[in-house]
């Protein structure tokens, strides 16, 4: 078993540190939180005074952390005081750039780094059940993968440093796009006098079936484990759903890639977000989208 640092222990790194102690390793973590440490103590892990004391003598250091600038912050601090030939893994969703940014201060200290981050939410992180989007060299990721299967159960090599962020945000503009299309026919339909559920059975197997609409359905009814059904408790924030919307666009714009859907459905959520709904699941867009009618 592993010696594994572990840097954030916020809503998605708390679960993911307690099951790498429940796999059985030796896990060291730090936040700066006192509330996330005391959980993760509980959970199993030894707590240290700070992310570099956190990785002396790691094997593996993971960071899970809210944005690019502080995972290039964690990293300078604490790649410089890992041995050479261990591993770091970032699992934050991050822009593209500060990512290869990070893999390159490893490379120039001798660490071998894996870009990766996640799809699964809370739910997914406490379940194990994560899915990881690995970017980096192949002996990172083969160093990487036992233990991010602790973590999830699905783990995808998508190529090198930053591949991985370049998959998630990618894949997250489908999501807000098509989160968005499926509210705009649920809102057309209550128009038209048609039943969500009718909407639904007729959707559902048909060419405009999607994720978002079959496994996080907008409407309360037709799904009944989506947030729709709990008042639209998050699940995935619409805070967040801004966030990646905005790093696929700053990215489209440094890639020179056309993504008009992408752009519109930014705007949408933010101004979702500004009217103070930052906090509501992201499929709450649909409130947004009948508001809009008339305007
Ligand atoms: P969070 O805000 O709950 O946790 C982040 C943690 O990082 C906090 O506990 C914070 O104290 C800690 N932190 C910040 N700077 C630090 C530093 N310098 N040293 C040590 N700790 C520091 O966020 P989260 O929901 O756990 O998300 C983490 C990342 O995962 C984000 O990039 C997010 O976009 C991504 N993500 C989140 C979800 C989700 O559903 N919450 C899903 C997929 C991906």
């Known amino acids: 078993m592993a010696t594994i640092a572990f840097i954030g222990l916020g809503n998605m790194g708390g679960p993911m540190a307690a099951n790498l102690v429940k796999a059985g390793h030796k896990v060291t973590a730090f936040d700066l939180v006192e509330a996330s440490r005391n959980q993760a103590k509980a959970d199993g892990a030894a707590i240290a005074e700070s992310a570099s004391v956190a990785v002396k003598g790691a094997d593996v250091v993971v960071t899970m952390l809210p944005a690019g600038k502080h ?7 604490v790649v410089p005081a890992m041995a050479k030939g261990a591993l770091i893994i970032d699992s934050s969703t991050i822009d593209v750039e500060s990512a290869r940014q990070a893999h390159a201060l490893a490379a120039k200290h001798g660490v071998l780094s894996v870009d990766a981050p996640v799809s699964g939410g809370t739910g997914g992180a406490k379940g194990a059940t994560l899915t990881f989007m690995c ?4 002996s990172a990721f083969a160093a990487a993968k036992p233990v991010l299967e602790k973590m999830g159960k699905k783990i995808v090599h998508c190529g090198g440093a930053g591949a991985g962020q370049a998959a998630k945000i990618c894949n997250n503009m489908i999501l807000g796009i098509s989160m968005i299309a499926v509210s705009e026919a649920f809102a057309l339909g209550e128009k038209l006098g048609l039943s969500h559920q009718a ?7 048909s060419s405009g079936q999607c994720w978002s609409l079959t496994t996080y359905c907008p409407v309360p009814g ?7 059904n709990n008042d639209y408790k998050p699940g995935f924030a619409s805070a967040l759903m801004v966030k990646d919307l905005t790093l696929a666009q700053d990215a489209a714009k440094a890639a020179g890639a056309a993504t008009p859907l992408g752009k519109h459905a930014q705007e949408i959520y933010q101004s979702f977000d500004a009217a103070g709904q930052g906090g509501v699941d992201f499929s709450g867009i649909i409130k947004h989208v009948r508001g809009l009618a008339g305007k």
Request: hydrophobic letters at 40%; a negative charge.
């Open 199 to 205: 909407l639904f059975d007729v959707a559902s197997t």
């Open 135 to 138: 970017g980096g060299e192949e």
């Open 222 to 228: 037709p799904v009944p484990t989506s947030p729709a």
């Open 71 to 77: 995972v290039l912050g964690v990293w300078g601090e």
